[in-house]
């Protein structure tokens, strides 16, 4: 898994500055990191073990999209047959059969993109350039006749490009509400 959803060099002709600064770095690592715990997924490419609960139904929800590859389905620990995946949507189908309710439905997957989507890329750089310039904690400075205020985003990150970003590859919606 990628450590940044955006890459340095994006940010660093914004800031002015060296794309290794710490600061810039320690700044994109955050704005990754929220972004990454909104969608409640890496966003790219990764490897999980799940357990998820069965539900009498014949399609599961996985908790992260895209689905590359599916390499195991257990079912209370055994080896499950006849299941089919929907890739881009993350679901995992028993065809003409149940995912027995009350039962672990274990699932090894690779999922994610090879690299972030740009619309996540440009949301992340764009609240790690204002995370890297403003103290969250200071909400407003004046000296003398000028004065510079920090509006919520500072601390919220809820741009609208933010937002549709994160709304655009949040999972699982249902568990939100």
């Given at each position: 898994m990628e450590p940044y959803l955006a890459a340095p060099a994006d940010?660093?002709?914004l800031l002015g500055i060296g794309a290794d600064d710490?600061?810039?770095l320690a700044a994109l690592a955050a704005a990754t990191r929220r972004?990454?715990?909104q969608v409640r997924h890496p966003v790219t490419r990764a490897t999980s073990t799940i357990d998820l609960d069965g539900s009498g139904g014949d399609v599961l929800q996985l908790p992260a999209a895209p689905v590359v590859a599916v390499g195991q389905v257990l079912?209370?620990?055994d080896p499950a047959t006849g299941?089919?995946?929907?890739?881009?949507?993350?679901?995992?189908?028993?065809?003409g059969g149940c995912w027995p309710e009350w039962s672990r439905i274990?699932?090894?997957?690779t999922h994610g993109h090879e690299t972030a989507p740009d619309d996540?890329?440009?949301a992340v750089v764009d609240l790690a350039r204002v995370l890297y310039r403003a103290d969250p904690a200071i909400q407003q400075i004046t000296t003398g006749s000028e004065s510079l205020s920090y509006n919520s985003s500072v601390v919220t990150?809820?741009?609208?490009?933010?937002t549709a970003a994160v709304e655009h590859h949040r999972l699982n919606l249902g568990d939100s509400a």
């Open positions: 940010l660093a002709p710490p600061r810039l972004f990454r715990g079912v209370d620990g299941w089919r995946v929907r890739y881009a949507a993350g679901l995992l189908q028993r065809p274990t699932v090894t997957y996540v890329a440009e990150g809820a741009t609208s490009q933010w």
